[in-house]
T-cell receptor
Framework: GENVEQHPSTLSVQEGDSAVIKCTYSDSASNYFPWYKQELGKGPQLIIDIRSNVGEKKDQRIAVTLNKTAKHFSLHITETQPEDSAVYFCAPWGVNAGNMLTFGGGTRLMVKP | EPEVTQTPSHQVTQMGQEVILRCVPISNHLYFYWYRQILGQKVEFLVSFYNNEISEKSEIFDDQFSVERPDGSNFTLKIRSTKLEDSAMYFC?????????????FGNGTRLTVT
Protein backbone atom coordinates (compact mmCIF):
# COMPACT_ATOMS: atom_id res chain seq x y z
CA GLY A 1 0.00 0.00 0.00
CA GLU A 2 0.86 3.67 -0.18
CA ASN A 3 3.22 5.09 2.46
CA VAL A 4 2.37 8.72 3.11
CA GLU A 5 4.30 11.11 5.33
CA GLN A 6 3.60 14.71 6.18
CA HIS A 7 5.97 17.30 7.54
CA PRO A 8 5.89 19.10 9.82
CA SER A 9 3.46 17.48 12.25
CA THR A 10 2.82 20.86 13.88
CA LEU A 11 3.32 24.34 12.51
CA SER A 12 2.84 27.61 14.31
CA VAL A 13 2.86 30.87 12.34
CA GLN A 14 1.99 34.47 12.95
CA GLU A 15 -1.12 35.82 11.26
CA GLY A 16 -0.22 37.12 7.83
CA ASP A 17 2.76 34.80 7.39
CA SER A 18 2.88 31.92 4.92
CA ALA A 19 2.66 28.23 5.79
CA VAL A 20 3.95 25.27 3.79
CA ILE A 21 3.14 21.62 4.46
CA LYS A 22 4.87 18.85 2.56
CA CYS A 23 3.53 15.39 1.75
CA THR A 24 5.76 12.56 0.57
CA TYR A 25 4.32 9.39 -0.96
CA SER A 26 5.71 6.08 -2.13
CA ASP A 27 3.52 4.85 -4.99
CA SER A 28 4.90 6.16 -8.29
CA ALA A 29 1.51 5.38 -9.88
CA SER A 30 -0.19 8.03 -7.72
CA ASN A 31 -1.83 10.63 -9.93
CA TYR A 32 -4.38 12.47 -7.78
CA PHE A 33 -3.24 14.67 -4.89
CA PRO A 34 -5.87 16.22 -2.60
CA TRP A 35 -5.51 18.21 0.60
CA TYR A 36 -8.17 18.04 3.31
CA LYS A 37 -8.73 20.46 6.20
CA GLN A 38 -10.18 19.21 9.47
CA GLU A 39 -11.50 21.77 11.91
CA LEU A 40 -12.13 20.87 15.52
CA GLY A 41 -15.14 18.59 15.91
CA LYS A 42 -15.71 18.21 12.19
CA GLY A 43 -14.91 15.81 9.41
CA PRO A 44 -12.18 16.46 6.83
CA GLN A 45 -13.16 18.78 4.01
CA LEU A 46 -11.43 18.97 0.62
CA ILE A 47 -9.77 22.34 0.12
CA ILE A 48 -7.69 21.84 -3.01
CA ASP A 49 -6.55 19.03 -5.27
CA ILE A 50 -4.26 18.53 -8.23
CA ARG A 51 -3.82 15.85 -10.84
CA SER A 52 -0.51 14.60 -12.17
CA ASN A 53 -0.69 16.41 -15.49
CA VAL A 54 -0.48 19.75 -13.67
CA GLY A 55 2.49 21.07 -11.66
CA GLU A 56 0.72 23.76 -9.66
CA LYS A 57 -2.79 24.89 -8.84
CA LYS A 58 -3.87 27.98 -6.99
CA ASP A 59 -7.16 29.00 -5.40
CA GLN A 60 -7.02 32.41 -3.75
CA ARG A 61 -4.70 32.08 -0.73
CA ILE A 62 -4.04 28.36 -1.08
CA ALA A 63 -1.94 26.55 -3.66
CA VAL A 64 -0.66 23.05 -4.23
CA THR A 65 2.59 22.19 -6.01
CA LEU A 66 3.56 18.77 -7.25
CA ASN A 67 6.96 17.20 -7.86
CA LYS A 68 6.22 13.79 -9.36
CA THR A 69 9.89 12.92 -9.85
CA ALA A 70 10.61 13.37 -6.17
CA LYS A 71 7.18 12.01 -5.16
CA HIS A 72 6.06 14.87 -3.02
CA PHE A 73 3.48 17.62 -3.12
CA SER A 74 3.01 20.64 -0.92
CA LEU A 75 0.23 22.83 0.39
CA HIS A 76 0.97 26.55 0.49
CA ILE A 77 -1.18 28.99 2.45
CA THR A 78 -0.36 32.69 2.09
CA GLU A 79 -1.51 35.56 4.31
CA THR A 80 -2.62 33.13 6.99
CA GLN A 81 -5.63 33.99 9.14
CA PRO A 82 -6.76 32.57 12.50
CA GLU A 83 -9.51 30.62 10.73
CA ASP A 84 -6.81 28.68 8.88
CA SER A 85 -5.98 26.99 12.20
CA ALA A 86 -6.87 23.33 11.73
CA VAL A 87 -5.35 19.94 10.98
CA TYR A 88 -4.42 19.41 7.33
CA PHE A 89 -4.20 15.99 5.71
CA CYS A 90 -2.83 14.93 2.35
CA ALA A 91 -4.28 11.82 0.71
CA PRO A 92 -2.44 10.87 -2.51
CA TRP A 93 -4.24 8.38 -4.69
CA GLY A 94 -3.25 6.03 -7.51
CA VAL A 95 -5.02 3.37 -9.51
CA ASN A 96 -3.51 0.65 -7.30
CA ALA A 97 -5.56 2.01 -4.39
CA GLY A 98 -8.98 1.40 -5.88
CA ASN A 99 -11.41 3.57 -3.89
CA MET A 100 -9.24 3.69 -0.80
CA LEU A 101 -7.61 6.96 0.21
CA THR A 102 -4.55 6.72 2.46
CA PHE A 103 -4.24 9.82 4.60
CA GLY A 104 -1.01 11.30 5.85
CA GLY A 105 -0.49 11.71 9.57
CA GLY A 106 -1.76 15.28 9.56
CA THR A 107 -0.26 18.68 10.25
CA ARG A 108 -1.68 20.83 13.00
CA LEU A 109 -1.47 24.46 11.87
CA MET A 110 -1.83 27.17 14.49
CA VAL A 111 -2.12 30.76 13.33
CA LYS A 112 -1.47 33.23 16.12
CA PRO A 113 -3.30 36.55 15.87
CA GLU B 1 -25.04 22.78 -0.03
CA PRO B 2 -25.98 19.12 0.57
CA GLU B 3 -24.05 17.40 3.29
CA VAL B 4 -23.41 14.01 4.83
CA THR B 5 -25.14 13.60 8.18
CA GLN B 6 -24.19 11.15 10.89
CA THR B 7 -26.02 10.03 14.01
CA PRO B 8 -25.48 9.85 16.86
CA SER B 9 -22.76 12.41 17.39
CA HIS B 10 -21.56 10.51 20.47
CA GLN B 11 -22.16 6.90 21.42
CA VAL B 12 -21.05 5.31 24.66
CA THR B 13 -21.21 1.54 24.92
CA GLN B 14 -19.90 -1.26 27.07
CA MET B 15 -17.29 -3.68 25.82
CA GLY B 16 -18.91 -6.63 24.06
CA GLN B 17 -22.03 -4.73 23.05
CA GLU B 18 -23.15 -4.19 19.48
CA VAL B 19 -23.33 -0.68 18.05
CA ILE B 20 -24.77 0.70 14.85
CA LEU B 21 -23.52 3.98 13.49
CA ARG B 22 -25.78 5.69 11.00
CA CYS B 23 -25.09 7.91 8.04
CA VAL B 24 -27.17 9.65 5.42
CA PRO B 25 -24.91 10.27 2.39
CA ILE B 26 -25.52 13.00 -0.16
CA SER B 27 -28.56 11.91 -2.15
CA ASN B 28 -27.13 11.57 -5.66
CA HIS B 29 -23.86 9.96 -4.55
CA LEU B 30 -23.08 6.39 -5.49
CA TYR B 31 -19.95 5.55 -3.47
CA PHE B 32 -19.96 5.31 0.30
CA TYR B 33 -17.15 4.96 2.79
CA TRP B 34 -16.36 4.56 6.45
CA TYR B 35 -13.15 5.91 7.95
CA ARG B 36 -12.07 6.06 11.55
CA GLN B 37 -9.76 8.33 13.50
CA ILE B 38 -8.33 7.36 16.86
CA LEU B 39 -7.87 10.46 19.00
CA GLY B 40 -4.97 12.56 17.75
CA GLN B 41 -4.07 10.16 14.97
CA LYS B 42 -4.59 10.03 11.24
CA VAL B 43 -7.76 9.17 9.38
CA GLU B 44 -7.81 5.45 8.48
CA PHE B 45 -9.80 3.77 5.74
CA LEU B 46 -12.20 1.03 6.80
CA VAL B 47 -14.42 0.17 3.84
CA SER B 48 -15.86 1.40 0.56
CA PHE B 49 -19.28 0.42 -0.76
CA TYR B 50 -20.68 0.66 -4.27
CA ASN B 51 -23.60 -0.91 -6.06
CA ASN B 52 -24.82 -2.56 -2.86
CA GLU B 53 -21.63 -4.36 -2.08
CA ILE B 54 -18.26 -3.81 -0.46
CA SER B 55 -15.67 -2.77 -3.05
CA GLU B 56 -12.61 -2.53 -0.78
CA LYS B 57 -11.88 -3.05 2.88
CA SER B 58 -8.83 -2.60 5.05
CA GLU B 59 -7.25 -4.95 7.56
CA ILE B 60 -9.06 -3.08 10.31
CA PHE B 61 -12.42 -4.11 8.85
CA ASP B 62 -12.51 -7.62 10.28
CA ASP B 63 -15.44 -9.96 10.89
CA GLN B 64 -16.68 -7.77 13.74
CA PHE B 65 -17.58 -5.04 11.26
CA SER B 66 -20.33 -4.96 8.68
CA VAL B 67 -21.97 -2.32 6.50
CA GLU B 68 -25.42 -2.07 5.08
CA ARG B 69 -27.50 0.20 2.95
CA PRO B 70 -30.92 -0.84 4.21
CA ASP B 71 -32.87 1.65 2.10
CA GLY B 72 -32.22 4.34 -0.47
CA SER B 73 -30.88 6.87 2.00
CA ASN B 74 -29.11 5.30 4.98
CA PHE B 75 -25.68 3.70 5.19
CA THR B 76 -24.78 1.96 8.43
CA LEU B 77 -21.69 0.57 10.12
CA LYS B 78 -22.24 -2.20 12.67
CA ILE B 79 -19.68 -3.37 15.16
CA ARG B 80 -20.86 -6.70 16.54
CA SER B 81 -18.91 -6.99 19.78
CA THR B 82 -17.10 -3.79 20.64
CA LYS B 83 -13.60 -3.75 22.10
CA LEU B 84 -11.88 -0.98 24.01
CA GLU B 85 -9.66 -0.31 21.00
CA ASP B 86 -12.70 0.44 18.85
CA SER B 87 -12.99 3.78 20.67
CA ALA B 88 -12.50 6.40 17.95
CA MET B 89 -14.24 8.93 15.72
CA TYR B 90 -16.00 7.20 12.86
CA PHE B 91 -16.52 9.23 9.70
CA CYS B 92 -18.88 8.41 6.91
CA UNK B 93 -18.14 9.83 3.46
CA UNK B 94 -19.71 9.73 0.03
CA UNK B 95 -18.78 10.65 -3.53
CA UNK B 96 -20.65 10.65 -6.80
CA UNK B 97 -17.87 8.80 -8.57
CA UNK B 98 -14.87 6.80 -7.38
CA UNK B 99 -12.18 8.36 -5.24
CA UNK B 100 -10.08 9.48 -8.19
CA UNK B 101 -12.80 11.25 -10.08
CA UNK B 102 -14.56 13.19 -7.37
CA UNK B 103 -13.73 14.35 -3.86
CA UNK B 104 -15.01 12.65 -0.76
CA UNK B 105 -17.60 14.51 1.29
CA PHE B 106 -17.28 13.65 4.97
CA GLY B 107 -19.81 13.88 7.76
CA ASN B 108 -18.90 15.33 11.13
CA GLY B 109 -18.41 11.92 12.65
CA THR B 110 -19.66 9.79 15.51
CA ARG B 111 -17.46 9.61 18.58
CA LEU B 112 -17.60 6.03 19.86
CA THR B 113 -16.48 5.43 23.42
CA VAL B 114 -16.20 1.82 24.57
CA THR B 115 -15.94 1.37 28.34
Amino acid sequence: GENVEQHPSTLSVQEGDSAVIKCTYSDSASNYFPWYKQELGKGPQLIIDIRSNVGEKKDQRIAVTLNKTAKHFSLHITETQPEDSAVYFCAPWGVNAGNMLTFGGGTRLMVKP
Amino acid sequence: EPEVTQTPSHQVTQMGQEVILRCVPISNHLYFYWYRQILGQKVEFLVSFYNNEISEKSEIFDDQFSVERPDGSNFTLKIRSTKLEDSAMYFCASSNRGSYNSPLHFGNGTRLTVT
